[in-house]
């Protein structure tokens, strides 16, 4: 195909593809902005949801990654931050339900070497 002389390029494909990008990034954007980790719970017929006081976080995602508030750590710097967290502190347990059960446990022990008693297990209701 040749172009005469005086004949343009038609980019309105063009700027419909780039607008069609552009929402794709946006949306991916702001997606990552939130921060949520995907947590698939365990379901059960007995949840309570916590009261709203003061609470830590701790989550393990399907490949065993321990996260702090939704922020990834180690779980020696996890038993730092329990050591330096009042028992009076909520924590609330999210472990995904296709992550390893000696996670699980490890988070357990973690919290009653330091006599921290008071956390919840967060479970999905039926």
Known sequence: MKIKRGEGLNIVPFI????????????????????HIPIQVPSSSHTQTPKDQK?????VDHANQ???????ITLSNLKASIEQTSPQTLIELKSDKESKFETFVQILNLLKEKN???????AQKN
Request: charged share 10%.
């Open 66 to 72: 321990l996260y702090l508030d939704n922020l990834p």
């Open 116 to 122: 921290h008693e008071n956390f919840v297990i967060t």
């Open 16 to 35: 419909d593809i780039m607008l069609v990008l552009l929402a794709i990034v946006l949306s991916i954007s702001t997606f990552i902005a939130q921060g």
């Open 55 to 59: 609470k830590l976080t701790i989550s």
